[in-house]
C-alpha cells in the first residue's frame, strides 16, 4: 500500500485493471490471462475476439468469481459498480453473482441440469436473491420466458431441457440469466452451438432485451461477425493479453494490429470469387505455459522484421493511438497504417 | 420373466443330480430309513414322482406354486397350499411356511445395512471427490479398497472379537428381537451384522460415488448453478449428488434384491436365522426342494428389484421418459 492520496475519480462501471490469471499445473505455470485491463459502462456492449485459449472465457469466469472454484491464482483488480471483487469475499460475490452480473454458455444443452425443468431452474434462479414463494415466483419464470420469446411459456415452463430446441434452449437460460435483471451480462460464445439461423434470432433478443434492461453486456466470440453486430467496443484477445481494443467502427474499419487483420481475412465471405483463398493466420496460438518472449504474437506475425530486435526482448505496450483506439504493437503508427492500406485492405 | 426363471432353477436343481450320476433311486433313497431295500427305495421313488418325465415333474412344481400340491409320504398324503414352493420330504412339511417364518430376519438386515451404508458410502464418497487428493481422500479411499477386499468372515469375525468378546458392546452373535417386539433391542442386536455388512458395501458405494461426483461436478451445467449464486453446499447436493445419483441408484436395487434373497455369509457369521443360514442347512443336508424354494424366493426378489430400478430410473432422469 502507498501513502499516496489518490484523487477521488468517477469510475466506469466496470474496469478491470491489470488482470492475471495463473493456474499451477504439473507442466508448469499457465498464464490463461495476463495482464489484461478494460472498463465498461452501462448500456453498452463490449465484444472480446480472439482465438480458442486466447482467455476470454477465463477472464469472464474470473468477472464473475467462478475462478475460485478452480484453484486458480488471481491478482489485479475488478471494480464492479465501485466495488472491488477480487478481494472480496466468496459469500459477498456470490451474492453479487446472478443478481448484479449473470452470465450465457456456450452449449445451453449441457450448461442445464438435465433431471430439472427448465421451469425449476429459473425459479430456483430467482429464489436465491428474491425471499418469494415458489408461485410467485413460478409466474416469475413463466412472464421470463415470455420476454424471451417462447411460445406457450405457460405449458414449456414444465418442460425438461432436452425437450426443447436448441434455439429454443437458449433462450431459456438467457430467461435464467436475466431473471434477476443483472446491471451485468456475459454472453460466452452465445451462439456458437446454434443454427445460423437461430443465430441472428439469439443476437436481436440479447440486443432488445439489453435496451430493455440497460445492462452492460460483454459477448464472447471468435465469431467477428457477431461482434460487428452487437459490440459498441472491441477488446482482441492473443495469448492472454489485450492486444487491441477500441470503438468497434475503429477497430473494424481501420485495425491496426497483424493479429486483428489475420482474424478479419479468416473470415469467409460470400460476396467474394471462390477461388480466392482466405488468408488464416499461420501457425498455432501459443502455449500459455511458455508463451513466446516480447510479442507473444511475433511467431506468427508477417511484419515481425519491420520493427527489429524489440518485438523478442520487449512486450509492446497498449498505447492509445487517438479516438480511444489502443494498440499493442511495436509497429510505428504510420508503418502499421501503410502496410494495412497498401497490402491487407484490397485483398479484404 | 419368473417363467425363466423357474424353469432354469428346476432343471438346475432337478437335472443336475441326475447328470451327476445319480439314478432316481438314489435320490429316493435318502428319504427312506437306513434298512430299507432296494425295491421299497423304488416303490418311494415312483410314489414321489421321481420317475415321472421331466415335464410332468416340472408341471407339479408349477401348479403347486399356482393351486398347490398334494404330497404322498407313506400312509398320509400332505397338502401343500398354495403358493407351494416345494415340500420338504426330509423335514415332512411345505419350505414356504419356514421361508416366511425367517424373512424378517433377512429383510432386517438388508435394510438395516442399506441405510448404515448408503448413509456412509455416499457422504464419505461426496467428500471424498470434493477434496481429491487430500488426506481425507486418501484414508477414506484407502479404507475403501480394504473394505472391497475384505471378505465378511473375516471382517465379521473381527468386530465380533473385538466389540462383541473384548469390549463387550454388543451382543454376540445369535439374537435377534423381533422389530415388532422391540425396535430399540431389534436394532442393538442387528447393530454389529449391519455395520459389517455395510463396510463391504459401503466401501463400493464410496468409490462409485466419488468417480461419479468427480464427473459430475466438472460439468457444465454445475458451473451454470455456481453463476446462479447458489451456495456451494446446494451446487454440490442438488445439482452434483442429484446427477450422479443414477448409477448409484441402478447397484443399490440390485444390491438389496441380492441382499433379500440371503446374505448367507453375514448370517452364517453372526449366526442369524435367516434365509441364508436355511439355503446353507438345506444344502449341507441335500434337501433339494428347500434349495429349491430358497433360490425361487431369491430369483424374484432380483427380479423385482430389477424392475423397480427399471421404474425408478424414469423417475430419476426424466431424458428416459418416452
Given at each position: 500500500m502507498t501513502e499516496q492520496w489518490d484523487p477521488p475519480r468517477q469510475r466506469s462501471f466496470l474496469e478491470v485493471n491489470d488482470l492475471r490469471v495463473h493456474f499451477n499445473t504439473d507442466d508448469g505455470v499457465v498464464k490463461s490471462v495476463d495482464g489484461l485491463s478494460f472498463k465498461l459502462e452501462r448500456g453498452k456492449t463490449l465484444g472480446i475476439v480472439g482465438e480458442s485459449g486466447s482467455g476470454k472465457s477465463v477472464s469472464s469466469m474470473a468477472l464473475m468469481g467462478l475462478q475460485r472454484y478452480a484453484k486458480a491464482k488471481m491478482t489485479g483488480e475488478i471494480w464492479l459498480d465501485g466495488e472491488e471483487l477480487l478481494s472480496a469475499d466468496d459469500d459477498h460475490v456470490r451474492s453479487l453473482r446472478g443478481k448484479k452480473m449473470a452470465m450465457i454458455f456456450q452449449d445451453p444443452l449441457s450448461a442445464m441440469h438435465p433431471f430439472y425443468t427448465v421451469g425449476q431452474q429459473i425459479i430456483e434462479a430467482y429464489r436465491i436473491h428474491h425471499k418469494v414463494t415458489k408461485a410467485v415466483a413460478r409466474k416469475h419464470a413463466i412472464e421470463m420466458l415470455d420476454r424471451v420469446g417462447i411460445p406457450q411459456p405457460n405449458s414449456r415452463v414444465d418442460d425438461y431441457p432436452?425437450?426443447?430446441?436448441g434455439g429454443m434452449r437458449q433462450r431459456a437460460m438467457i430467461a435464467m440469466a436475466l431473471s434477476c435483471d443483472p446491471e451485468l451480462l456475459i454472453a460466452d460464445e452465445p451462439t456458437t452451438a446454434l443454427d445460423v439461423t437461430v443465430q441472428a434470432q439469439i443476437l436481436d433478443l440479447i440486443k432488445d432485451l439489453q435496451q430493455e434492461f440497460g445492462s452492460a453486456v460483454i459477448i464472447i466470440t471468435h465469431d467477428l461477425g457477431v461482434v460487428a453486430e452487437l459490440a459498441d467496443d472491441i477488446m482482441v484477445m492473443y495469448a492472454g493479453r489485450s492486444v487491441e481494443q477500441g470503438g468497434?467502427?475503429?477497430?473494424?474499419?481501420?485495425?491496426?494490429?497483424?493479429?486483428?487483420?489475420?482474424?478479419?481475412?479468416?473470415?469467409p465471405r460470400l460476396d467474394r470469387d471462390r477461388s480466392e483463398r482466405l488468408l488464416p493466420i499461420k501457425g498455432t496460438p501459443p502455449s500459455l505455459i511458455n508463451v513466446p518472449s516480447g510479442c507473444a504474437f511475433h511467431p506468427r506475425c508477417a511484419y515481425k522484421d519491420i520493427p527489429g530486435d524489440a518485438t523478442t526482448s520487449q512486450v509492446p505496450e497498449l498505447v492509445d493511438i487517438g479516438n480511444g483506439h489502443r494498440v499493442a504493437c511495436h509497429m510505428s503508427v504510420d508503418q502499421r497504417l501503410r502496410i494495412w492500406t497498401n497490402e491487407i485492405q484490397p485483398k479484404l | 420373466m419368473l417363467f425363466v426363471v423357474s424353469i432354469a432353477v428346476f432343471l438346475i436343481f432337478f437335472l443336475l443330480p441326475r447328470i451327476g450320476g445319480a439314478t432316481v433311486d438314489d435320490l429316493a433313497s435318502r428319504y427312506v430309513g437306513k434298512t430299507a431295500d432296494v425295491t421299497q427305495i423304488h416303490a418311494l421313488a415312483v410314489k414321489l414322482g421321481f420317475t415321472d418325465p421331466l415335464y410332468v415333474q416340472y408341471g407339479r412344481f408349477l401348479s403347486g406354486i399356482f393351486v398347490g400340491a398334494d404330497y404322498s409320504t407313506g400312509p398320509t398324503t400332505v397338502h401343500c397350499p398354495a403358493p407351494c414352493l416345494g415340500y420338504s420330504f426330509l423335514q415332512q412339511q411345505p419350505v414356504l411356511p419356514d421361508l416366511l417364518d425367517r424373512f424378517p430376519v433377512t429383510l432386517s438386515l438388508a435394510v438395516g445395512g442399506a441405510i448404515v451404508w448408503l448413509a456412509f458410502g455416499v457422504s464419505a464418497g461426496v467428500?471424498?471427490?470434493?477434496?481429491?487428493?487430500?488426506?481425507?481422500?486418501?484414508?477414506?479411499?484407502?479404507?475403501?479398497?480394504?473394505?472391497?477386499?475384505?471378505?465378511?468372515?473375516?471382517?465379521?469375525?473381527?468386530?465380533?472379537?473385538?466389540?462383541?468378546?473384548t469390549l463387550g458392546w454388543f451382543p454376540p452373535g445369535g439374537s435377534y428381537t423381533d422389530f415388532t417386539a422391540n425396535p430399540a433391542e431389534w436394532a442393538y442386536d442387528l447393530a454389529l451384522p449391519w455395520l459389517t455388512l455395510a463396510f463391504l458395501n459401503a466401501a463400493a458405494y464410496a468409490r462409485l460415488t466419488r468417480a461419479g461426483m468427480l464427473e459430475t461436478m466438472g460439468e457444465d451445467f454445475i458451473r451454470t448453478a455456481r453463476a446462479k449464486g447458489l451456495p456451494e453446499s446446494t451446487v454440490v447436493i442438488r445439482h452434483g449428488l442429484r446427477a450422479a445419483l443414477t448409477p448409484i441408484t441402478t447397484i443399490f436395487g440390485l444390491d438389496i434384491g441380492i441382499l433379500l434373497g440371503s446374505s448367507i455369509l453375514t448370517e452364517k457369521t453372526y449366526s442369524l436365522n435367516g434365509l441364508g443360514q436355511y439355503a446353507l442347512q438345506a444344502i449341507t443336508q441335500n434337501d433339494l426342494p428347500k434349495v429349491l424354494g430358497v433360490t425361487i424366493l431369491a430369483a424374484t426378489f432380483v427380479i423385482i428389484a430389477n424392475l423397480v430400478v427399471d421404474i425408478l430410473y424414469v423417475v430419476i432422469d426424466p431424458r428416459v421418459r418416452i
Open positions: 432436452h425437450q426443447f430446441s468497434a467502427r475503429e477497430v473494424f474499419h481501420s485495425p491496426q494490429h497483424p493479429y486483428t487483420w489475420g482474424l478479419l481475412a479468416s473470415m | 467428500v471424498s471427490a470434493l477434496r481429491k487428493g487430500s488426506i481425507f481422500d486418501r484414508t477414506a479411499m484407502g479404507i475403501a479398497l480394504a473394505g472391497v477386499s475384505l471378505p465378511i468372515f473375516f471382517t465379521g469375525l473381527l468386530a465380533l472379537n473385538i466389540f462383541s468378546y
